[in-house]
């Protein structure tokens, strides 16, 4: 019909299950209460959502109010966001337990790259933090001569001694060669008195 295309409702498909779900650690993000450790959580294969506290945690519980959905938090073995190692093209941390598929989601101020994005599915970022590098601003001084910068002192002589020697060429053939002006003219005054 038209190049219609069917639209999946993902959010009705989560609706009252319980989904696996996978973090690392990041201050601010994503803390373990002062009152636990990692290596405490690493003793449980649940984790309470009350034993943790962040920003990560708080989106988490408003989506699941939002769609309906229950979680099944867990803290990953290695504490790392996740790496794809070079020479066996395994990963480490949160996208291995995803790629695996040991858990249905993970939960962190994990980067987005294109490395990573091969293999898992990101939501979109929900902060950016823009870096940027601040130098000071260099003093303007006004250069008459600026226009000289673009070339060397040596090229700019090579320049002016070309058109020296040029013009003086020029100069000297148009005197010598009898089809210059003054030749034209001398041989036209020679015509009409002859």
């Not at 299950?17 to 690493?42: H, M, N, Q």
């Not at 148009?174 to 005054?189: A, L, R, T």
Request: a negative charge; proline letters at 3%.
């Amino acid at each position: 019909m038209g190049g219609a295309e069917t639209v999946i409702d993902f959010i009705s498909q989560l609706a009252n299950k319980t989904l696996r779900v996978t973090f690392a650690t990041d201050s601010g993000f994503l803390d373990i209460k002062p009152e636990y450790t990692a290596a405490y959580l690493k003793n449980f294969s649940e984790v309470p959502v009350s034993w943790v506290q962040g920003y990560c945690i708080d989106l988490l519980l408003k989506l699941q109010e939002i769609i309906g959905f229950n979680s099944s938090l867990y803290l990953v073995n290695d504490e790392r966001f996740g790496r794809k190692d070079e020479v066996t093209g395994e990963w480490n941390g949160l996208v291995r337990e995803l790629v695996e598929t040991n858990a249905d989601m993970a939960v962190g101020s994990i980067t987005i790259n294109h490395v990573r994005k091969a293999e898992i599915d990101f939501t979109a970022p929900y902060i950016d933090l823009g870096l940027q590098f601040i130098l000071k601003k260099k003093e303007v001084v006004q250069d008459s001569f600026r226009f000289f910068k673009p070339l060397s002192p040596t090229l700019w002589a090579y320049i002016g001694g070309t058109l020296f020697l040029v013009s003086f060429t020029v100069t000297l053939v148009n005197k010598i060669s009898p089809y210059d002006y003054h030749g034209g003219f001398v041989q036209e005054d020679h015509k009409t008195t002859a």
